[in-house]
């Protein structure tokens, strides 16, 4: 599941479908859901979020890719802790938008090394 379908969602989503993966893309912007609709057709599921298709979607995903990303401004918080407790276990959640203080509630920052 991606969350976002700006740039990095849209990426994530290309890598993802090219991996033969079951994708399902959520965004709040109408315009942005049709054109990744329009480009990915049946390969990717894009839907326009809210917060019951989102607890929905976590129950079953394996991987979160958290790609919301407001220019300017702190990311808003999409994932929060309750949320979380309903995710499969072994699951993984990737805050791609963790420079901007993430869109998961208890995401923080890692290094590699």
């Known amino acids: 599941m ?58 079953r995903a394996d991987l979160i890719i958290g790609g919301v990303l407001i220019t300017g401004v702190k990311a808003p918080k999409v994932i929060n802790k309750t949320m979380l407790s309903f995710m499969k276990r072994g699951s993984v959640l990737v805050d791609v938008a963790i420079d901007q203080g993430g869109c998961f509630e208890t995401s923080h920052a890692t290094t590699y090394g």
């Open 2 to 59: 991606i969350i976002g379908g700006g740039i990095v969602g849209f990426n994530a989503a290309q890598m993802a479908v090219g991996l033969q993966a079951d994708v399902t893309i959520l965004d709040t912007n109408a315009h942005t859901v049709e054109k990744l609709s329009n480009y990915f057709g049946t390969k990717a599921r894009v839907l326009h979020s809210n917060d019951s298709l989102l607890k929905a979607y976590i129950t």
